[in-house]
């Protein structure tokens, strides 16, 4: 197996030579293997005790953590200065502006759709808490997007932009 380290000098060692999978998607395989990780946990827990209401919390907060990673890697935000760069492709209008906020129409869609689950559950149950946690980190994700749009902090790197 491959694994990819931070070497400690601002670099990155790999454990053997080569590129491959792993390397690659690191970040995304250890945040979704962590995500598992708490989603196990939190079955086989009590939620009325305070380590199964951690794992219920952790849940949301993980699944932010993997669309943060996953969603910002194959989507685009336009303004947002945590969005990376597009080439400029000859895209009709329609399609140039369903790319230019595919980042926002995304979290809209999924939120919308977390919304509609979390109102058809019962919210004191044990998965409706979980729902209604990743609800409220899906709002503050969009947010955020929203935000850095339009606003600025100094000294930021990305506001330098």
């Known amino acids: 197996m491959l694994l990819c380290f931070d070497n400690g000098a601002g670099g990155?060692?790999?454990?053997?030579?080569?590129?491959?999978?792993?390397?690659?998607?690191?970040?995304?395989i250890v945040a979704v293997g962590i995500l598992a990780l708490w989603i196990v946990l939190y079955s086989v827990?009590?939620?009325?005790?305070h380590i199964g209401s951690f794992f219920g919390n952790a849940i949301a907060d993980w699944t932010g953590v993997v669309v943060m990673v996953l969603a910002t890697?194959?989507?685009?935000?336009k303004g947002s200065a945590e969005?990376?760069?597009?080439?400029?492709?000859?895209?009709?209008?329609?399609?140039?502006?369903l790319r230019d906020h595919s980042l926002s129409i995304f979290l809209l869609l999924t939120?919308?759709?977390?919304?509609?689950?979390?109102?058809?559950?019962?919210?004191?149950?044990?998965w409706g808490q979980v729902v209604g946690n990743i609800v409220s980190e899906w709002t503050q994700i969009f947010g955020l997007v929203l935000m850095t749009k339009r606003?600025?902090?100094p000294h930021s790197k990305e506001s330098n932009r």
């Open 83 to 97: 969005s990376r760069r597009l080439p400029h492709n000859l895209l009709g209008p329609l399609l140039e502006r």
């Open 12 to 28: 990155y060692g790999m454990a053997r030579a080569g590129k491959s999978f792993f390397r690659h998607h690191s970040l995304s």
């Open 73 to 77: 890697k194959y989507l685009y935000e």
């Open 45 to 49: 827990s009590d939620p009325g005790t």
């Open 111 to 126: 939120g919308i759709g977390w919304v509609v689950l979390y109102a058809s559950m019962n919210s004191e149950a044990k």
């Open 151 to 153: 606003f600025i902090e």
